[in-house]
């Protein structure tokens, strides 16, 4: 089957890219790229330290724009200038943006092109940060980072993850390009009607873990790190869909364009998502927790010299997802999630069945593949039209290719679907 081309949400857009000198900056390669696909012009600027980790030659070629770098280049001044350079934009996106740019951009410096650009321009700023969590928690960047958000600038991240540096792990991590991109689509997208496949469609997103308190201290959850459910709601937001995103506790950047409500437990969860409807569809990809403590300590549960533990009561807690399924206001199309280390389709197709859900996105999250809380993913799309395999690719690819199959469902009926009806193979 082709592969759809990336609709043109970007048409006619100028971007000003800022890169600046961090180890992420080879991500810059792919945002660049996807830029153009939708219809983006990316005028390229390089700090010194970005020239050390991308070449300004596949910058160039990907951007089919020449890099500008030099503050003091004769003729590149005389040919554009840079104060002409931070006006002939839509928008400007520093990405990464470094602890030291941050800082420049707060204090007002520009002693290179790039924080010259920034101090000179009239346009939106949006910022994606990089750098080492240490970093990121310093106070002085703290302060930085809090005067630009006074000052207008709009930031997207960063996230949490490991680091380039070894045994390095924390809030620091540049923010995903898809994520990136949803950013810029959300500041530069129509200020009319939604435009796109799902445009007018209402969706809910469910996303990331829930945590079950055991005592104000404790509580039972699971590695789920809400990347999967994130990425659905932004692809339902960029395809024009109105998205309510419900998300547990996680530690990554919201999606832009959505409307986020945070939650902690599963009947917090199933409140907000009973809020949420009508909807047009739901997509159950966060992973609840099925049990809860009966009787949550009031106090921390305390160790006592020679006693035994203290025992743990559970029940059940609400399912969700075959509620939405079951519910009076009913969306036209669910999906669910089955997250298995065994059996995985036999165990997705019961679940299909069990839960009354339409289709059921399948994966294994056995400790060896790393999917649980990792950034690819590898799923099997299970409906009453049978099993649809998918191969491994980014979470970001798998939640773009599952709400083409959504807008698929929809096109030409306000009924929900099946993968036959989306045009699986």
């Given at each position: 089957?082709?592969k759809?081309a990336p609709?043109?949400?970007?048409?006619?857009?100028?971007?000003?890219?800022v890169i600046?000198?961090?180890?992420?900056?080879?991500?810059?390669?792919?945002?660049?790229?996807?830029?153009?696909?939708?219809?983006?012009?990316v005028?390229?600027?390089?700090?010194?330290?970005?020239?050390?980790?991308v070449t300004?030659?596949a910058?160039?070629?990907?951007?089919?724009?020449?890099v500008?770098?030099?503050?003091?280049?004769l003729?590149?001044?005389?040919?554009?200038?840079?104060?002409?350079?931070?006006?002939?934009?839509?928008?400007?996106?520093v990405?990464?943006?470094?602890?030291?740019?941050?800082?420049?951009?707060?204090?007002?410096?520009?002693d290179?092109?790039?924080?010259?650009?920034?101090?000179?321009?009239?346009?939106p700023v949006?910022?994606?940060?990089?750098?080492?969590?240490?970093?990121w928690?310093?106070?002085?960047?703290?302060?930085?980072?809090?005067?630009?958000r006074?000052?207008?600038?709009?930031?997207?991240?960063?996230?949490?993850?490991?680091?380039?540096?070894?045994?390095?792990?924390?809030?620091?991590?540049?923010?995903?390009?898809?994520?990136?991109?949803?950013?810029?689509e959300?500041?530069?997208?129509?200020?009319?009607?939604?435009?796109?496949?799902?445009?007018?469609?209402?969706?809910?997103?469910?996303?990331?873990p829930?945590?079950?308190p055991?005592?104000?201290?404790?509580?039972?959850?699971?590695?789920?790190?809400?990347?999967?459910?994130?990425?659905?709601?932004?692809?339902?937001?960029?395809?024009?869909?109105?998205?309510?995103?419900?998300?547990?506790?996680?530690?990554?950047?919201?999606?832009?364009?959505?409307?986020?409500?945070?939650?902690?437990?599963?009947?917090e969860?199933?409140?907000a998502?009973?809020?949420?409807?009508?909807?047009?569809?739901?997509?159950?990809?966060a992973?609840?927790?099925?049990?809860?403590?009966?009787?949550?300590?009031?106090?921390k549960?305390?160790?006592?010299p020679?006693s035994?533990?203290?025992?743990?009561?559970?029940v059940e807690?609400p399912?969700?997802?075959?509620?939405?399924?079951?519910?009076?206001?009913?969306?036209?199309?669910?999906?669910?999630?089955?997250?298995?280390?065994?059996?995985?389709?036999?165990?997705?197709?019961?679940k299909?069945?069990?839960?009354?859900?339409?289709w059921i996105?399948?994966?294994d999250?056995?400790?060896?593949?790393?999917?649980?809380?990792?950034?690819?993913?590898?799923?099997h799309?299970?409906?009453?039209?049978?099993?649809?395999?998918?191969?491994?690719?980014?979470?970001?690819?798998?939640?773009?290719r599952l709400?083409?199959?959504?807008?698929?469902?929809?096109?030409?009926?306000l009924?929900?679907?099946?993968?036959?009806?989306?045009g699986?193979?």
């Open positions: 089957m082709v759809p609709l043109q949400t970007l048409a006619g857009k100028r971007l000003l890219l600046g000198g961090g180890i992420a900056a080879y991500k810059v390669l792919d945002l660049i790229r996807r830029l153009r696909e939708r219809g983006a012009s005028r390229p600027v390089m700090t010194a330290a970005a020239k050390e980790f300004p030659l910058v160039s070629a990907l951007s089919n724009e020449s500008h770098s030099d503050l003091f280049d003729d590149r001044e005389n040919e554009i200038g840079h104060i002409r350079l931070s006006r002939e934009a839509d928008l400007v996106v990405a990464p943006a470094t602890a030291n740019l941050l800082a420049k951009m707060a204090n007002g410096l520009a290179d092109l790039a924080s010259a650009v920034l101090l000179a321009t009239d346009k949006l910022v994606a940060p990089a750098m080492n969590p240490f970093m928690a310093n106070p002085a960047t703290a302060r930085n980072v809090e005067r630009l006074a000052d207008g600038v709009h930031f997207i991240g960063p996230e949490a993850g490991e680091m380039a540096e070894r045994n390095e792990a924390g809030v620091g991590r540049l923010a995903e390009p898809m994520s990136i991109l949803a950013g810029i959300a500041l530069l997208g129509p200020s009319g009607p939604l435009t796109g496949p799902l445009a007018g469609r209402r969706a809910i997103v469910t996303s990331g829930t945590h079950e055991i005592d104000p201290v404790r509580y039972i959850a699971n590695r789920s790190s809400g990347k999967q459910g994130h990425a659905i709601a932004a692809a339902l937001a960029r395809a024009g869909a109105e998205v309510t995103l419900v998300s547990g506790p996680v530690t990554i950047a919201p999606p832009a364009g959505v409307t986020v409500v945070p939650v902690e437990t599963a009947r969860m199933l409140a998502v009973e809020a949420a409807l009508p909807a047009d569809l739901a997509v159950m990809a992973a609840v927790a099925d049990w809860r403590v009966a009787a949550e300590g009031a106090e549960i305390k160790k006592a020679g035994e533990p203290a025992p743990l009561h559970l807690n399912d969700i997802l075959a509620t939405v399924s079951r519910h009076p206001k009913r969306p036209s199309l669910v999906v669910g999630f089955a997250a298995e280390t065994q059996n995985l389709l036999s165990n997705a197709a019961a299909l069945a069990r839960k009354g859900c339409d996105v399948a994966n999250v056995s400790p060896g593949t790393g999917i649980m809380g990792g950034d690819r993913n590898r799923v799309l299970v409906s009453a039209a049978g099993v649809e395999d998918w191969p491994e690719m980014s979470k970001d690819e798998v939640a773009a709400v083409q199959r959504i807008a698929g469902s929809f096109s030409g009926s009924g929900g679907g099946t993968a036959e009806d989306s699986a193979q």
